[in-house]
């Protein structure tokens, strides 16, 4: 057991403690979403041929530290242009997350059923 010269010490050990914790949480959590978003492309695609473009949209924003703790952020990113039919990126990944296209939708709201489980997890490991 480690021991602390002071209040403040004690903080600071605590606060790498958090930022490793969220920093591994935000990739197990990226990591969750990829998982969710593949097991969309687990349904045969029918007449429709798909491209992939999902299946290669989840990602690791940011991770960064505050006063008290750290932040992170994950997504799918809608940036790349797709637009068939006249309707754009984040129009499309809606309806596939809503089950609006033939796939295995609502691969976010998983996703973030999941993360509060994981950012336990790996603050449990660190801090017990």
Same mark, same amino acid.
């Given at each position: 057991m480690a021991?602390?010269?002071s209040l403040n010490a004690l903080k600071s050990a605590i606060l790498k403690e958090v930022r490793s914790a969220v920093d591994a949480a935000a990739q197990e959590s990226k990591n969750a979403l990829q998982e969710n978003v593949d097991e969309f492309y687990s349904i045969p695609e029918g007449?429709?041929?798909?491209?992939?473009?999902?299946?290669?949209?989840?990602?690791?924003? =940011? @991770?960064? *530290?505050?006063k008290n703790g750290a932040m992170a952020q994950i997504s799918i990113n809608t940036g790349t242009q797709y637009d068939p039919a006249g309707r754009d990126t984040e129009t499309i990944y809606g309806y596939a997350e809503s089950g609006g296209l033939i796939g295995k939708g609502h691969?976010?709201?998983? =996703? @973030?059923? *999941?993360?509060?489980?994981?950012?336990?997890?790996?603050?449990?490991?660190r801090l017990g």
């Open positions: 021991s602390y010269k007449r429709y041929h798909r491209i992939g473009m999902l299946q290669a949209a989840p990602q690791l924003d =940011t @991770v960064f *530290e505050t691969f976010w709201e998983r =996703t @973030v059923a *999941e993360v509060p489980g994981i950012l336990e997890e790996e603050i449990e490991k």
